[in-house]
């Protein structure tokens, strides 16, 4: 177990929280504050025990000197400011000399927020690299480090692991709540525990569909994902989205013969075609011709996947059912959802997409979990750990220092 902030004496000192503020902005306003939110916990505990609040967070990818234009964390200061009631200062300058001495003058429950780190990664990816300076800057400013930002947990950077080289560390709420909803998966799911997969790119998700399989019961196949492994059973799939690499078509060959009787593929599909954009009709998965596009699951394999939502006791779910982005080939992916909310099981959902379909398609508040984690949450469900966690403190280590 990580040494989590209820177990730290942060009376009265200057902490570091590294939040994950890499919302969506655009034309400087931010279109969507669910992570903003998630950090509250954390922050006003901070506020309740006195603290001095610094908090370090990336926004984006900074390649070049333009992208700081879009890409600065000052609304984000705002927005928090208005969320936690009370000032939130920033800091346009990372590196100032002048910080330690700007903390110093800072009172018990004041909150600094700096400019986006990544900042540091141009010209040359003091961030990104884990510099060793920039950490040990970063640890200066502060007595303890908060480690809040889940999606960030699968990336050594300066701002992340470097600095729990220097100061205490230990995970924030946000942190805890998405390993405990993930824990349930890795350590003992009640069964029938079903996986649902679906997206884009079977690449992307081979790792995670081999060390789910062999703890779940059914793992349910959409999207470019199940087309995949038709391809590699030969159906036609026409045009559709699929790998078209041999040694992967030979891994997904490999996982039907070792997991045939877990594996649930599509039977039917809404398809458009590649030279007609009005075009869209229903066909058995066998029916699909050369010009088609497998759009979106059929009623068929709704009813198939709805089955074994229902008897489920422990689902998770990636990707969406089709192209949920298109509104005409949303359905397959809606009615999974309803199918979900409705089952007696717990369900977690997680990926960056997949997030967004379900407050997209308005089930915000209709699972028991939604992970904010993204790439993070992928990795640690298919790795079962995360260098920016394996980082903080244990528990145990603490207590005996205490003793
Ligand atoms: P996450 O980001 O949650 O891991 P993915 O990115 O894998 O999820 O899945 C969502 C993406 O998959 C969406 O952009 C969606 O359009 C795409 N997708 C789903 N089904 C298909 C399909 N049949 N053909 C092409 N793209 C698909
Ligand atoms: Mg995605």
Redesign the pocket.
């Known amino acids: 177990m990580k040494q989590r902030i209820e177990k730290m004496d942060l009376k009265g000192k200057r902490v570091l929280v590294r939040c994950d503020y890499n919302v969506p902005i655009y034309n400087g306003k931010i279109m969507d504050d669910t992570k903003i939110v998630a950090s509250l916990e954390t922050i006003r505990y901070l506020i309740k025990n006195d603290c001095k609040i610094i908090i370090l967070s990336h926004l984006g990818k900074i390649k070049k000197e333009e992208d700081k234009l879009t890409h600065s964390l000052e609304p984000v200061a705002k927005r928090l400011k208005e969320l936690v009631g009370r000032e939130v200062y920033f800091s346009k300058e990372i590196l100032d000399p002048e910080l330690p001495k700007r903390i110093e003058l800072m009172l018990p429950r004041d909150i600094l927020l700096l400019e986006n780190t990544r900042f540091l990664d141009v010209p040359n990816k003091l961030e990104s690299n884990c510099d060793a300076q920039v950490s040990q800057f970063f640890a200066s400013l502060a007595d303890v480090f908060v480690m809040d930002a889940f999606a960030s947990a699968h990336r050594a950077h300066a701002s992340t692991t470097g600095i729990t080289k220097y100061i205490p560390s230990c995970i924030g709420f946000s942190v805890e709540r998405e390993l405990a909803a993930m824990d349930k998966f890795l350590s003992e799911p009640k069964h029938p525990f079903t996986v649902i997969m679906g997206?884009?790119k079977v690449e992307?998700k081979l790792d995670l569909i081999s060390s789910l399989l062999p703890k779940c019961d059914h793992l349910l196949l959409a999207g470019g994902l199940a087309n995949s492994f038709l391809k590699a059973l030969n159906f036609n799939i026409g045009s559709s989205l699929a790998t078209e690499s041999n040694k992967t078509i030979n891994a997904l060959k490999q996982i039907m013969l070792d997991y045939r009787d877990k594996l649930m593929l599509p039977l039917d599909a809404i398809v458009g075609s590649t030279y007609d954009e009005a075009y869209i009709h229903y066909k058995r998965i066998n029916e699909v011709t050369d010009n088609e596009v497998i759009t979106d699951v059929g009623t068929k394999t709704l009813e198939k996947y709805k089955k074994a939502i229902a008897e489920s006791e422990t689902i998770f779910l990636n990707?969406t059912m089709g192209i949920y982005e298109d509104v005409r080939y949303s359905n397959g992916t809606k009615e999974l959802f309803n199918a979900l909310k409705n089952c007696k099981g717990i369900v977690v959902v997680g990926?960056?997409?997949?997030v967004s379909a379900v407050k997209n398609l308005g089930f915000e508040d209709a699972f028991t979990y939604l992970s904010v984690g993204?790439g993070a949450t992928l990795e640690y469900l298919t790795k079962g750990h995360l260098v920016g966690i394996d980082a903080i403190t244990e528990e145990e280590e603490i207590e005996v220092l205490d003793v």
């Open positions: 997206g884009a992307d990707g990926g960056g997409d997949s993204g």
